[in-house]
Nanobody, 124 residues
Framework: QVRLVESGGGSVQAGDSLRLSCVASGYGYINYFMYYTAWFRQAPGKEREGVAS???????TYADSVKGRFTISRDNAKNMLYLQMNSLKPEDTAMYYC???????????????WGQGTQVTVSS
């Protein structure tokens, strides 16, 4: 059973930056680099939405709302997934989740493994 744990959330002002991290464990005999990974977010009263995805080969996908401001990356040797968030806006306020799967769901909400989330709050 893959276990994902996020960290790095917090309360910031508009225009600030945050870096989210997600550590993976329990992937068994299948190496972490075989998993597709992504970041999602869910604001109160809204559906969960895909923010960015990345595979080990470096291929990335971003939601239009974060292009040019957020950067997803991973360190397979450390089983880590990151989301660098710059120029944060109040509308970025949400619970952020990392996700992983052997299938490439890109930004679709169909990943098999999820973390518990880390809260990001951006004030104006």
């Amino acid at each position: 059973q893959v276990r994902l744990v996020e960290s790095g959330g917090g309360s910031v002002q508009a225009g600030d930056s945050l870096r989210l991290s997600c550590v993976a464990s329990g992937y068994g005999y299948i190496n972490y680099f075989m998993y597709y990974t992504a970041w999602f977010r869910q604001a109160p009263g809204k559906e969960r939405e895909g923010v960015a995805s990345i595979y080990s080969g470096g291929s990335t996908t971003y939601a239009d709302s974060v292009k040019g401001r957020f950067t997803i990356s991973r360190d397979n040797a450390k089983n880590m997934l990151y989301l660098q968030m710059n120029s944060l806006k109040p509308e970025d306020t949400a619970m952020y989740y990392c996700a992983a799967d052997r299938r490439n769901w890109l930004l679709l909400d169909s990943y098999n493994y999820w973390g518990q989330g880390t809260q990001v709050t951006v004030s104006s």
